[in-house]
């Protein structure tokens, strides 16, 4: 029986959701997942019976409910080995741009949330094409110190917290270099997120908000 529930958001839209989600099937450790759909009557009471943060996602144990993508991730490196990086200072530059991806780039996520279904070729505003830049020189500069296909060479937490960004440089069709294209086709080609893809694309719940970002359609 499973000793894990993560509780998660709509998958087309909750970026958050994903990245802990992802770890989780990298980790292989059995788990249930419970989706909650957001920005509907009573949404906000259910994530509050979760957790006093009151947001997704949030990690069931047999003994506590853990909220928050990094302590999530964090907690199930410290139960299976090599989620993060084996080098010491690599598991440390790791944590940090994990730590920024959460924090910064906020006119990237605002600007261009994450939205799985779409697809859309519109000019975008110059705060969110600068914080896009500055992510992709991020990304490149990490990419070419290696010949491997992900950040710190070997997939780790730091590919997941990238894949909602992977997904929005693709969703906006925003300018990026060949290196970070390549990487976000590995991320966007990879079987747990093609899984995760796979059930955004067949839930009927829409926020149309999101929907009408820069020429969409509800």
Known sequence: MNTLTLHIGNKNYSSWSM?????????????????????VPG???????LSGAGTVPVLQTRDYMLPDSLA??????????????????????AYALCQQMQDDFTEFRNHAPMNLRRRTRTEMPKSCL???????????????????HFLFGDWCIADAFATPYAT????????????????????MGDKDYLDWEADAMVEVWKLPDTDLVYGGRA
């Open 19 to 39: 990245r802990p989600w992802l770890v989780l099937r990298k980790s292989e450790l059995p788990f249930a997942e419970n989706m909650i759909q957001l920005d």
């Open 130 to 148: 600068e914080a896009a830049a500055k992510m992709d020189s991020i990304f490149a500069d990490l990419l070419g110190e290696h010949d491997g």
């Open 72 to 93: 999530i991730s964090n907690w199930l490196a410290q139960a299976v080995p090599n989620l993060w990086p084996k080098n010491p200072k690599d598991k440390d530059r």
């Open 168 to 187: 929005r440089f693709a969703s906006y069709d925003i300018p990026r270099s060949n290196k970070t294209d390549t990487y976000i086709s590995e991320l």
């Open 43 to 49: 949404f906000k009471d259910k994530l509050l019976a």
